[in-house]
């Protein structure tokens, strides 16, 4: 099936002018019913589409799309830098996921285990705590280099967010304990 991101998530019925015109083609690993009468699913994207015409919008949304080729082939040129970009997302996934408290921490090694930059590129952004228009402009950029670029980007981004707010933790902390020692003195 083609899934595609909806452009307001608070749309009831979703119609051809409410979705982005790029999306996954996916394979359905698990799929179960949920209690309030809908179904949850379990896919794993396998390649990029993009609608070409919108066929029925009725009982759900019907479209012809064109399959974006996968296949990366990565100029001589480019496979230094392509390379100094997979290396740079991977570490610095690592230090995302260790100042995260919301991601596990299998994921650190993520990086390490995937060898096409394509694809550790594509995983990464999935995981990553960014807002769903973001990963849309991920997913729409469709030149590796490019899109490893705009990644490494929103990533240090967000490195620089956890580590601030990790900071400012810290220090709200440190004031804590020093006013309840301050405290326990003037009580002794």
Do not use: C, W
Request: proline content about 3%.
């Amino acid at each position: 099936i083609g899934v595609v991101a909806m452009k307001d998530s608070s749309v009831e019925n979703a119609t051809a002018a409410d979705i982005h015109p790029m999306g996954v083609a996916v394979v359905i690993r698990m799929m179960a019913k949920v209690p309030d009468g809908g179904i949850r699913m379990i896919v794993q994207g396998i390649a990029r589409i993009q609608i070409q015409q919108v066929l029925e919008e009725e009982p759900y949304l019907r479209a012809r799309v064109k399959v974006l080729d996968s296949k990366t082939e990565i100029a001589e040129e480019d496979k230094v830098e392509i390379e100094a970009l997979k290396r740079g997302i991977g570490d610095l996934f690592g230090k995302i996921v260790s100042l995260s408290g919301n991601m596990p921490e299998e994921l650190a090694g993520l990086s390490s285990s995937i060898a096409d930059p394509a694809v550790m590129t594509d995983l990464i952004a999935a995981h990553m705590p960014i807002d769903a228009e973001d990963k849309q402009r991920i997913l729409e950029t469709v030149n590796l280099k490019d899109r490893m670029n705009a990644l490494l980007e929103l990533m240090t981004k967000e490195q620089q967010v956890l580590e601030i707010g990790s900071k400012l933790q810290s220090q709200v902390s440190e004031g804590i304990n020093k006013t309840q020692r301050e405290y326990y003195l003037r009580e002794q």
